[in-house]
């Protein structure tokens, strides 16, 4: 079993940054991503990084503006965004996965976190 807890949630204006965290139990997992899901909206993929080799995917709708990344001594992945917009309102989700998949859909991921709050105002 691997406990996931993300930090770095908040209440920014738009055009302005966050950066999120997720601190892994354990150093199993092999592909560790970022989903979000708006009120009334269904959970969506955001980023995804594969430990090993840093390989890393994007949603389009936050290419270019956010950057997810990992730090091996900490056991901990986060994703930096910028230029961030209302529509990036959501609760975001830390996941993670054991078989190296670089996956976009929630069923590709078997661990996940309870969520950090992200708002955007305009």
């Known amino acids: 079993q691997v406990r996931l807890v993300e930090s770095g949630g908040g209440l920014v204006q738009a055009g302005g940054s966050l950066r999120l965290s997720c601190s892994a139990s354990?150093?199993?997992?092999?592909?560790m991503a970022w989903f979000r899901q708006a009120p009334g909206k269904e959970r969506e993929f955001v980023a995804t990084?594969?430990?090993?080799?840093?390989?890393?995917y994007y949603a389009d709708a936050v290419k270019g503006r956010s950057t997810i990344s990992r730090n091996d001594a900490e056991n901990t992945v986060s994703l930096q965004m910028n230029s961030l917009k209302p529509e990036d309102t959501a609760v975001y989700y830390c996941?993670?996965?054991?078989?190296?998949?670089?996956?976009?859909?929630?069923?590709?991921?078997?661990?996940w976190g309870q969520g950090t709050q992200v708002t955007v105002s305009s």
């Open positions: 354990r150093r199993t997992v092999s592909t």
């Open positions: 996941a993670a996965d054991t078989l190296g998949r670089i996956g976009v859909r929630s069923s590709d991921y078997i661990y």
């Open positions: 990084i594969r430990w090993s080799r840093g390989n890393t």
